[in-house]
């Protein structure tokens, strides 16, 4: 890993006014640092959260990461460091050290308990909003500014949940319990163990995606036949969904219809949620989708034939 670090200027604070603050050009230009090292990266899925709450959550994981790995692999927190890009969410976790000198790869082996320890991390605090016992470090480049822990635990939620089912049973079996003592603490672990539980069945997915076909059939010869494959399925896959657990988080209506193979195009989704939207077809609330009332009608019409 090749890492450019540059100095564009600097805030200056004013602590008297309310932290008022200003846009600083350094007067002398300092030179860029270079540093060949080794690093590794996470991909986080975020597309069910809206580009804001996705750049705060990725950085809240991004802290904790820079918390938990150096406890893993018995380290100085300055001995690694941490960017990440908004454009591609991801997050980079590089030694601090010209050549690396193993951390980072250490860590890369240990990955699973470490995004579970993360997920204790800031599932047992009690703070509502973030605080220095979780996921405040002092190595924060934005002051700790734009944290957001509750998406933050949704992602860890989902990604631990989702993606982890398959491989280790099911999340809320698996979750550590704590002390529990405080009860403000408990609350939030059973609200995480409750999301986990409802987002993070991967057979709900499966089966979802496995009952889609039927019923994107059924909407070609109604009176919405005019939609194509992919807007049939993901209507489909949307409705089955939401039987299930209510509106869905648009990252798992995804997820099931990548089962499908409707389509390779990433970006598809986006486009089509938003028209089907426009069209009333879905609605989309807080990164949450749901079929629209008349859709609803329709398909829940059509169980009640099929059964009669
Ligand atoms: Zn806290
Ligand atoms: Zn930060």
């Not at 992602?155 to 099911?170: C, D, Q």
Request: proline share 4%; glycine share 8%.
């Amino acid at each position: 890993m090749e890492i450019n670090k540059e100095l564009d200027g600097y805030w200056l604070v004013n602590t008297a006014q309310k932290g008022e603050k200003k846009f600083q050009r350094p007067e002398q230009q300092l030179s860029p640092v270079n540093l060949k090292t080794t690093g590794l990266w996470l991909d986080v899925p975020v597309e069910h959260l809206s580009v804001e709450k996705a750049d705060s959550a990725l950085h809240t994981l991004e802290h904790l990461l820079h918390i938990v790995i150096p406890w893993q692999v018995m380290c100085e927190r300055s001995d690694v460091d941490t960017l990440r890009s908004k454009e591609r969410s991801r997050i980079y976790v590089f030694d601090n050290y010209e050549g690396g000198v193993g951390l980072a790869e250490g860590a890369l082996g240990n990955i699973e308990q470490i995004i579970d320890r993360c997920y204790e991390v800031i599932s047992s605090c009690a703070c509502s909003g973030g605080c220095p016992s979780c996921i405040h470090i002092p190595q924060c480049r934005e002051r700790n500014d734009n944290l957001d822990k509750e998406s933050a635990l949704e992602l860890m939620a989902m990604a631990l949940g989702v993606e982890r089912a398959g491989k280790s049973g099911s999340r809320q079996t698996s979750l550590r319990s704590g002390s529990g003592r405080e009860e403000g603490r408990a609350e939030l672990r059973l609200e995480a163990r409750a999301l986990a539980a409802k987002i993070g069945q991967r057979k709900l997915v499966e089966k979802a995606a496995s009952g889609a076909p039927g019923i994107a059939r059924k909407l070609k010869v109604s009176s919405f036949h005019q939609l194509n494959n992919y807007d049939r399925h993901l209507i489909a896959v949307t409705y089955l969904l939401h039987l299930e657990v209510g509106p869905v988080p648009a990252g798992v209506v995804v997820q099931a219809l990548s089962l499908l193979s409707v389509t390779r195009e990433g970006k598809m989704f986006d486009l089509r949620i938003t028209e089907l939207r426009r069209m009333g077809i879905v609605d989309l609330k807080d990164g949450h989708v749901s079929p629209a009332p008349k859709m609803l009608e329709l398909l829940d019409g059509k169980e009640e034939c099929e059964r009669r």
